[in-house]
């Protein structure tokens, strides 16, 4: 395997755990501060990429989209709290995954009512559509450079709302003790509500950044959600940090796996064997990790420190 | 016999005794109907006894049907295209693939679970639909048994004295294994081995300081679960006679824990009456609609939120 090669894999497994973070982060704060497992978050991932795609092409700018989608899939996940979720903070999670599994044929299928069965697929501004030289010899779509930048900025963004203004820290909080936060006069609903929305928020960005790359398509929610458990998992249900770290390992795993694992697998068995073997094993290859992460470390490799 | 018990068994029975009739009278789809619905019916009565009886609430539960299914399918590709002869698995009977549906998936189980049970919670839930998904791209990636497009399934089990190709024979076999399957899990939970599994859900701490080493009782059911899962996989191979990893997507388990809980969790006959359901609701609503997902995930929603201790529930007056 050659250099060039090794840094544009690198590049696109940061980038794919940079999507998975936004994804997982919403998903991991519900859970932290709420208790609340929810399935349907990937599709409010999903219904972020056919707002995006549709305001696309209502305001002819993908960028402007982005930004008027942000809000609207926001407001989609306080509704999502206000009236499934909320009723469901009392029961156990077996209700939450259930309600949600329902949830998710409906968004679905509303999906489908709405935008049809087919893939939308996004336009690029020009200055976006093209490739830059990294190096003489690496050379990557501009695009993809810009969902990495993007994903960076909303992950400090989230860190610094998280950990340095009052907002995060009424979460930070909420998370430890909820009875004693709206004791103290906080409107502790409201909090949730704006914490279901951020998370709807993070989510539909991922799908808006990556609704150019694959088009807004029905099943997209439903194949990341479960990669998004899987780095809640790993990083430790509730820590932020935890999420941001195993995002990054599992997207960098992931996608150096189905690009390198036969080749390592060549070093020590036959030809035959490792080509037959190594799309086998890097498919499951994640779910490996969070097996061996679980049988070590039951809570995760960052479990957070209260509950 | 008290109203409930009554009420139990000629649900059973009528399960058992109208389908056929409907075959006779010309109406052979509702034959096939019930017998997706029986076998179905098998793999919620088996999560039953982990979910609702112990307290672990298994998200790849459709895993183990594919499994099952599997270890029909491939005994019987390689009778058709050769190979693993010399395993003695390229074959078409059934007294090979059932046992080795049953032992494959026990052995599935006791791996997988081993893990998995040393986790609580919403973990225990992830980590057995991650093992779930591990099983899912295994298949899809072995281009040998079809892959993503999944196995056609040539010859169904041949057993002794049994032709599964006649449909109302098929659903004979899995009607009299509905019934076996409750009877077990009845006689499972009502023994001391149950009771353990039972005191275990509610406080497990308890139970442990009791002198009871529960991880050991919480595998064993786990497997026992597991391996009646794979059994009513290798009926739904040789019911549709195509498989395909689609059988072992996460939203497959989905359906299996909404039937459990449909029908009432912790109940005899929760599984089998919310299979039913299932299953006519799902016939009814694709036939008047496309778009039968948006009411069926609404009446999920709904169950979810308003029916608590299902339809048994409701049956009992909901005094438990």
Same mark, same amino acid.
């Given at each position: 395997?050659?250099? !060039?090669?090794?840094?544009?894999? /690198?590049?696109?497994?940061?980038?794919?755990?940079?999507?998975?973070?936004?994804?997982? #982060?919403?998903?991991?704060?519900?859970?932290?501060?709420?208790?609340?497992?929810?399935?349907?978050?990937?599709?409010?991932?999903?219904?972020?990429?056919?707002?995006?795609?549709?305001?696309?092409?209502?305001?002819?700018?993908?960028?402007?989209?982005?930004?008027?989608?942000?809000?609207?899939?926001?407001?989609?996940?306080?509704?999502?709290?206000?009236?499934?979720?909320?009723?469901?903070?009392?029961?156990?999670?077996?209700?939450?995954?259930?309600?949600?599994?329902?949830?998710?044929?409906?968004?679905?299928?509303?999906?489908?009512?709405?935008?049809?069965?087919?893939?939308?697929?996004?336009?690029?501004?020009?200055?976006?559509?093209?490739?830059?030289?990294?190096?003489?010899?690496?050379?990557?779509? !501009?695009?993809?450079?810009? +969902?990495?930048?993007?994903?960076?900025? /909303?992950?400090?963004?989230?860190?610094?709302?998280?950990?340095?203004?009052?907002?995060?820290?009424?979460?930070?909080?909420?998370?430890?003790?909820? !009875?004693?936060? #709206?004791?103290?006069?906080?409107?502790?609903?409201?909090?949730?509500?704006?914490?279901?929305?951020?998370?709807? /928020?993070?989510?539909?960005?991922?799908?808006?950044?990556?609704?150019?790359?694959?088009?807004?398509?029905?099943?997209?929610?439903?194949? +990341? +959600?479960? !990669?998004?458990?899987?780095?809640?998992?790993?990083?430790?249900?509730?820590?932020?940090?935890?999420?941001?770290?195993?995002?990054?390992?599992?997207?960098?795993?992931?996608?150096?796996?189905?690009?390198?694992?036969?080749?390592?697998?060549?070093?020590?068995?036959?030809?035959?064997?490792?080509?037959?073997?190594?799309?086998?094993?890097?498919?499951?290859?994640?779910?490996?990790?969070? /097996?061996?992460?679980?049988?070590?470390?039951?809570?995760?490799?960052?479990?957070?420190?209260?509950? | 016999?008290?109203?409930? @018990?009554?009420?139990?068994?000629?649900?059973?029975?009528?399960?058992?005794?109208?389908?056929?009739?409907?075959?006779?009278?010309?109406?052979?789809?509702?034959?096939?109907?019930?017998?997706?619905?029986?076998?179905?019916?098998?793999?919620?009565?088996?999560?039953?006894?982990?979910?609702?009886?112990?307290?672990?609430?298994?998200?790849?539960?459709?895993?183990?049907?594919?499994?099952?299914?599997?270890?029909?399918?491939?005994?019987?590709?390689?009778?058709?295209?050769?190979?693993?002869?010399?395993?003695?698995?390229?074959?078409?009977?059934?007294?090979?693939?059932?046992?080795?549906?049953?032992?494959?998936?026990?052995?599935?189980?006791?791996?997988?679970?081993?893990?998995?049970?040393? @986790?609580?919670?919403?973990?225990?839930?992830?980590?057995?639909?991650?093992?779930?998904?591990?099983?899912?791209?295994?298949?899809?990636?072995?281009?040998?048994?079809?892959?993503?497009?999944?196995?056609?399934?040539? @010859?169904?089990?041949?057993?002794?004295?049994?032709?599964?190709?006649?449909?109302?024979?098929?659903?004979?076999?899995?009607?009299?294994?509905?019934?076996?399957?409750?009877?077990?899990?009845?006689?499972?939970?009502?023994?001391?081995?149950?009771?353990?599994?039972?005191?275990?859900?509610?406080?497990?701490?308890?139970?442990?300081?009791?002198?009871?080493?529960?991880?050991?009782?919480?595998?064993?059911?786990?497997?026992?679960?597991?391996?009646?899962?794979?059994?009513?996989?290798?009926?739904?191979?040789?019911?549709? @006679?195509?498989?395909?990893?689609?059988?072992?997507?996460?939203?497959?388990?989905?359906?299996?824990?909404?039937?459990?809980?449909?029908?009432?969790?912790?109940?005899?006959?929760?599984?089998?009456?919310?299979?039913?359901?299932?299953?006519?609701? $799902? $016939?009814?609503?694709?036939?008047?609609?496309?778009?039968?997902?948006?009411?069926?995930?609404?009446?999920?929603?709904?169950?979810?939120?308003?029916?608590?201790?299902?339809?048994?529930?409701?049956?009992?007056?909901?005094?438990?």
């Amino acid at each position: 395997m050659d250099t !060039t090669l090794l840094v544009i894999q /690198a590049l696109n497994g940061v980038q794919l755990g940079l999507l998975l973070f936004l994804v997982a #982060s919403g998903l991991t704060l519900v859970f932290g501060i709420l208790d609340f497992v929810n399935l349907a978050h990937g599709s409010l991932y999903m219904l972020g990429a056919f707002i995006c795609a549709t305001l696309t092409f209502a305001l002819g700018n993908f960028l402007w989209a982005v930004l008027v989608a942000l809000p609207i899939t926001a407001g989609l996940g306080f509704l999502v709290e206000r009236f499934i979720a909320r009723p469901l903070y009392t029961r156990d999670h077996l209700d939450h995954v259930l309600g949600t599994f329902g949830l998710i044929l409906v968004l679905d299928t509303a999906a489908h009512l709405i935008w049809g069965p087919e893939g939308i697929a996004v336009p690029l501004p020009e200055w976006l559509d093209g490739q830059t030289n990294l190096t003489a010899e690496i050379v990557v779509p !501009t695009y993809r450079l810009l +969902i990495i930048g993007a994903g960076l900025a /909303a992950a400090g963004g989230l860190f610094w709302l998280v950990n340095h203004t009052r907002l995060g820290m009424l979460i930070r909080a909420g998370a430890s003790n909820r !009875t004693m936060v #709206s004791a103290l006069g906080i409107n502790i609903e409201l909090l949730f509500g704006l914490v279901f929305a951020l998370g709807a /928020a993070l989510a539909g960005l991922a799908g808006m950044l990556i609704a150019p790359i694959t088009e807004a398509n029905i099943g997209m929610g439903n194949n +990341i +959600i479960i !990669t998004a458990f899987v780095v809640i998992i790993v990083g430790g249900i509730g820590s932020i940090k935890g999420a941001f770290i195993a995002a990054l390992l599992i997207g960098l795993i992931d996608t150096m796996g189905r690009a390198f694992l036969d080749d390592i697998f060549k070093i020590f068995m036959s030809n035959e064997a490792a080509e037959t073997s190594a799309p086998a094993i890097s498919a499951m290859l994640i779910y490996i990790i969070m /097996a061996t992460v679980l049988a070590v470390k039951p809570q995760g490799l960052f479990p957070p420190k209260v509950r | 016999m008290t109203r409930k @018990t009554l009420l139990s068994v000629g649900f059973i029975l009528a399960l058992g005794i109208l389908p056929p009739i409907f075959y006779w009278t010309g109406n052979a789809f509702w034959l096939d109907l019930a017998t997706r619905l029986v076998i179905l019916a098998i793999a919620a009565t088996s999560l039953n006894l982990i979910l609702g009886y112990g307290g672990m609430v298994s998200f790849g539960h459709a895993a183990y049907m594919g499994l099952g299914a599997y270890a029909v399918g491939i005994p019987a590709h390689h009778w058709l295209y050769g190979g693993l002869e010399a395993w003695g698995l390229a074959t078409t009977s059934g007294l090979v693939q059932i046992p080795l549906a049953v032992a494959v998936t026990a052995i599935f189980a006791l791996l997988t679970g081993a893990i998995c049970l040393r @986790t609580r919670g919403v973990y225990f839930i992830m980590i057995t639909m991650a093992f779930a998904q591990m099983v899912y791209y295994l298949i899809v990636s072995i281009e040998e048994y079809g892959g993503d497009d999944g196995l056609v399934i040539d @010859t169904r089990s041949e057993l002794p004295g049994l032709d599964l190709d006649n449909p109302l024979q098929l659903f004979g076999l899995a009607w009299v294994s509905l019934v076996a399957a409750i009877l077990i899990v009845r006689m499972v939970i009502n023994s001391r081995f149950g009771m353990v599994i039972q005191g275990a859900k509610g406080n497990d701490e308890r139970m442990r300081t009791l002198g009871f080493n529960t991880y050991v009782y919480r595998l064993v059911a786990y497997v026992i679960s597991g391996a009646m899962a794979g059994y009513a996989g290798a009926l739904l191979g040789n019911f549709t @006679t195509f498989i395909s990893p689609e059988m072992m997507d996460w939203s497959r388990s989905g359906e299996l824990m909404f039937m459990v809980i449909l029908g009432g969790v912790a109940t005899t006959l929760g599984p089998v009456v919310g299979a039913t359901v299932f299953i006519v609701l $799902e $016939e009814v609503l694709s036939d008047l609609t496309l778009y039968w997902h948006l009411p069926f995930g609404l009446l999920l929603i709904a169950v979810v939120l308003f029916g608590r201790g299902g339809l048994i529930g409701l049956l009992n007056g909901r005094d438990q």
